[in-house]
């Protein structure tokens, strides 16, 4: 008894992987394509499907077509698998960093649009009506509700607010790269000094 419970103590031995090498040849014209182009069909013909390929060739222009194959030998070995490893920490920054645009901190922000607008009145509103209502997500899908409820004649004050800001917006990116183009040309006018 005592030399049973030590045989199912001891771990199981790792089993030996064994890679067999595998050669194969690959028939493949002179220039290496796998097909190749018959004189009298002018057709584009695979090059191990020569012999069947019939069009009414006679053995000269087959035997044009044979001529033009080469046998390539090719041996496919394969890799020792390895076990996956987890991602270190550096391989995920790798992975998930991007370069991006730097942006300009001068930059004015982009401005609302119609229906962030409309939401703002609606929280106000919304809060107002329920004040004991904390819920981000019911707020947002009764505002979308009504939003989508709405005529365009309700919604007109909102879309006419919503592009004068945005024409005000188009003014000052104007004017923010106005005078970033000045910068620029300061700065390269002291370089060829």
């Known amino acids: 008894m005592a030399g049973s419970s030590s045989r199912s103590s001891n771990p199981p031995k790792p089993r030996k992987r064994v890679e067999a090498e595998t050669t194969s040849s690959l028939k493949r014209a002179k220039d290496g394509s796998a097909f190749t182009r018959c004189d009298v069909c002018n057709k584009d013909v695979?090059?191990?499907?020569?012999?069947?390929?019939?069009?009414?060739?006679?053995?000269?222009?087959?035997?044009?077509?044979?001529?033009?194959?080469?046998?390539?030998?090719?041996?496919?070995?394969?890799?020792?698998?390895?076990?996956?490893?987890?991602?270190?920490?550096?391989?995920?920054?790798?992975?998930?960093?991007?370069e991006k645009k730097s942006k300009d901190p001068n930059m004015p922000k982009r401005p609302p649009t119609a229906f962030f607008l409309f939401m703002d009145d609606f929280r106000k509103e919304f809060k107002a009506a329920n004040p004991d209502s904390k819920s981000v997500s019911v707020v947002a899908k009764e505002g979308g509700e009504k939003w989508k409820s709405m005529s365009d004649e309700e919604k007109k004050p909102y879309v006419d607010k919503a592009a004068e800001l945005k024409a005000e917006y188009g003014k000052a990116v104007e004017k923010q790269n106005a005078e970033e183009n000045e910068d620029e040309k300061d700065a390269s006018e002291k370089e060829d000094e």
Do not use: F, W, Y
């Open 46 to 98: 695979p090059v191990v499907l020569i012999d069947m390929h019939n069009c009414g060739l006679d053995s000269k222009i087959r035997m044009n077509l044979e001529a033009q194959v080469v046998e390539k030998v090719t041996e496919v070995v394969k890799k020792p698998t390895e076990r996956k490893r987890a991602a270190t920490s550096e391989n995920k920054e790798r992975k998930t960093k991007k």
